[in-house]
């Protein structure tokens, strides 16, 4: 017997992300998808519901969120090339090495999201001095 | 006398009721459905919440951009407008927002 729970439950599971996705909803519905998304600090989530939102507060929480992140990572990349710098033993040099590259790619993939938060606001360009905001304020 | 507007009795049938009712869909559907109908309502409530949403996901923004506890608001306010020159409302809401801070610690 198909029971009612089984049928609630894949309706969920089948319906709900289409019926999302396809920006029918009210408006107010997608808000609470981005700032449920927020909360978790999943940007992509955010992002992809962005379009239906229908706030531009919205797009700048997510841009100036972005920025605050992007600066914490430009610390750590900073931190880890001075001890590269000043590291000789091979093995560390390798780790920092490997350090610094997951922190360039994460910094890559946070100015990729902050385009596309931007794009929202009508700005496609990220920052507002050569290498973003967040590189001046990050000192 | 007052009028009674809560019943201890009704609540207690109504909880049992309730309670019956779910296990008899689980044991007779083997799935719960309880769990389900509470997540739209959360959802639901968050929906009908927004407002104070929004305003706690500003409250934390804020904290994020204070970073260390130390830091002080003039500093605090110094980093919102340098991170926030192109997004002119939530750089008035944010400011505003310091600005009470710093009056508070003033005062």
Do not use: C
Not at chain 1, 47 to 75: C, F, M, N, T
Request: glycine content about 10%.
């Amino acid at each position: 017997m198909l029971g009612l729970g089984l049928l609630v439950r894949l309706g969920r599971q089948v319906l709900a992300k289409p019926v999302a996705d396809s920006g029918v909803l009210p408006a107010g519905f997608y808000r609470h998808l981005i700032l449920a998304a927020l909360e978790e600090e999943d940007f992509p989530g955010a992002l992809h519901y962005l379009k239906w939102a229908g706030e531009p507060l919205l797009a700048q929480i997510i841009v100036l969120r972005l920025r605050l992140l992007s600066a914490r990572h430009r610390d750590r990349l900073a931190a880890a090339q001075d001890l590269l710098r000043s590291e000789v033993s091979a093995a560390r040099r390798e780790q920092y090495q490997a350090l610094l590259g997951e922190e360039t790619r994460a910094l890559k993939l946070l100015r990729e999201y902050e385009v596309r938060a931007l794009a929202h606001l009508g700005n496609p360009r990220p920052g507002l001095t050569e290498g973003g905001p967040s590189r001046a304020q990050s000192g | 006398m007052p009028k009674k507007d809560l019943s201890i009795n009704g609540a207690l049938v109504g909880g049992m009721a309730g309670w019956v009712a779910e296990v008899t869909i689980q044991e007779v559907t083997g799935h719960h459905v309880t769990s389900g109908l509470l997540e739209l309502l959360g959802a639901a409530a968050g929906m009908w919440r927004l407002d104070k949403r929004l305003a706690q996901s500003l409250k934390d923004t804020l904290e994020q951009a204070q970073g260390s506890q130390d830091r002080d608001y003039q500093e605090v306010k110094r980093r919102i407008e340098e991170l926030t020159r192109d997004l002119p409302e939530l750089r008035e809401i944010l400011g505003n927002m310091v600005d009470a801070g710093i009056s508070a610690q003033q005062a």
